[in-house]
């Protein structure tokens, strides 16, 4: 009752400054990942203290088995560069890390950030980069990186932002940021024809924020889709230690199909091929032409049978 409760007053501050509302949420989520609070902060933000170390490893092996899943079916190679939007404290860092050359944290939360490195340096010896993210603008944390990454990582994120339009952003950075042919692996919170199971923004951010935004199957793939991403798998994990319905996307960003350069040597074997056969050709109707005139004429000469 309490929950449906805040629902309908949520509902009812939104209907009545929709605008306001939003902002004054987005403006507690900001707050809430960028100022770490303590315990409950750690585990929402999915450090090693927060919660555990047996759930804090599952994670990270967890989705890297994912990836391998989709990486195999869609025939993707090695990953080289890996950048994950919203590192968190490190769990799929230490899963994703040692098997890249490269790996690159994104968090609003230094102390994530600094977390993060730390975990992976104590894992292997893959370089690190961080990248601050402003929810004010957070292409910001992507300069430099347009089509260098060949993974993109955005796990247990999408349920925690404030709406449609922060995903949105979201799904614009991950095609900006991957290489052709690259691949998004994101992470969802479906819900279902259950009214209980979807989404919604309560009266204080951090009363519902692992479940403020959620999609059904299809509006996920299709957002992803106008985003300019390809959707090509999905896995759903009904439930899991963590929380429940949880979907994840092979979301890849197909290179474009650029002609190849000519090959001067094909090109001039076919002319000479069709010089010669234009030349016959043109040969042959002479050697027609010829024999028609030389046989019109002949006709002409002959003396017609009917004189006299």
């Known amino acids: ?3 449906r409760g805040e629902r309908i007053l949520a509902a009812a501050l939104a209907a009545a400054g929709r605008r306001r509302f939003r902002n004054r949420i987005a403006g507690q989520a900001a707050r809430y990942w ?6 409950a902060w750690e585990a929402n933000s999915h450090w090693r203290s927060g919660i555990g170390d047996q759930a ?3 994670v990270g ?4 088995k994912i990836y391998e899943t989709f990486a195999r079916a ?10 994950e939007w919203g590192a968190g404290g490190g769990a799929n860092a230490v899963a994703f890390a040692p098997h890249a050359q490269r790996f690159i944290a994104a968090d609003i939360s230094q102390e994530n950030l600094d977390e993060c490195v730390r975990q992976v340096r104590a894992t292997c010896t893959t370089p690190v980069e961080t990248r601050r993210i402003d929810l004010a603008c957070p292409e910001q944390a992507t300069v430099g990186l347009a089509g260098s990454c060949d993974v993109f990582l955005c796990l247990y994120v999408i349920e925690l932002t404030t709406g449609a339009n922060a995903v949105r952003a979201i799904l ?3 095609r900006t940021v991957l290489a052709p042919g690259g691949m998004a692996l994101v992470q969802i919170k479906y819900h279902t024809s259950d009214r209980r199971t979807r989404g919604f923004a309560g009266t204080a951010y951090d009363r519902n924020l692992a479940s403020t935004t959620t999609f059904t199957i299809e509006e996920f793939w299709n957002l992803a889709a106008e985003c300019g991403l390809t959707p090509r798998l999905i896995t759903l994990v009904p439930e899991n230690r963590l929380d429940s319905r949880y979907a994840y996307y092979a979301l ?3 290179a474009a199909v650029q002609p190849a350069p000519p090959d001067e040597h094909l090109l001039d074997v076919k002319y000479s091929e069709f010089a010669a056969t234009f030349n016959a050709d043109a040969a042959d109707a002479e050697r027609r032409a010829a024999r028609g005139n030389y046989i019109s ?12």
């Open 297 to 308: 004429r002949r006709e002409g000469e002959q003396p017609s049978t009917t004189d006299g």
């Open 1 to 3: 009752m309490a929950v």
């Open 56 to 58: 804090w490893l599952e």
């Open 74 to 83: 869609l025939n993707s190679p090695s990953p080289n560069t890996v950048m």
């Open 34 to 39: 960028s100022e770490p609070t303590g315990s």
């Open 172 to 174: 614009k950075i991950a």
């Open 252 to 254: 890849t960003n197909l």
């Open 61 to 64: 092996v967890d989705h890297w």
